[in-house]
């Protein structure tokens, strides 16, 4: 590659001032539009949409089972912090057993 006569007479740290060149048509490109749904999207199966669901109730059954957990947990802590002893219910078996 042979740099022009301008270029090698130039010092590297100097700046370069560029020639703004105009655009050759004057009317402005028009947007390219995305494909409209209908054609290209096709809808969930009904095993999809069944799998779906079953992940949703999972995690709400899961949530509300933990938020439960850690209710009692935390009721559970706050006796043992207030220095009580009797702060887990004990089950003792019947006389029958």
Not at 2 to 31: H, N, V, Y
Not at 38 to 67: H, N, Q, R
Not at 76 to 81: F, G, Q, V, Y
């Amino acid at each position: 590659m042979a740099a022009s006569k301008d270029e090698r007479e130039k010092p590297r740290g100097e700046a370069q001032i560029l020639q703004f060149r105009e655009r050759s048509s004057s009317k402005p490109q028009p947007l390219r539009q995305a494909p409209s749904d209908d054609d290209t999207v096709e809808p969930l199966s009904t095993g999809a949409l069944i799998k779906i669901a079953l992940l949703v109730i999972f995690l709400v059954v899961g949530g509300v089972w933990l938020m439960n957990k850690l209710r009692d947990i935390g009721r559970l802590e706050d006796c043992a912090m207030q220095g009580r002893r009797n702060c887990v219910t004990i089950t003792v078996p019947g006389r029958n057993q």
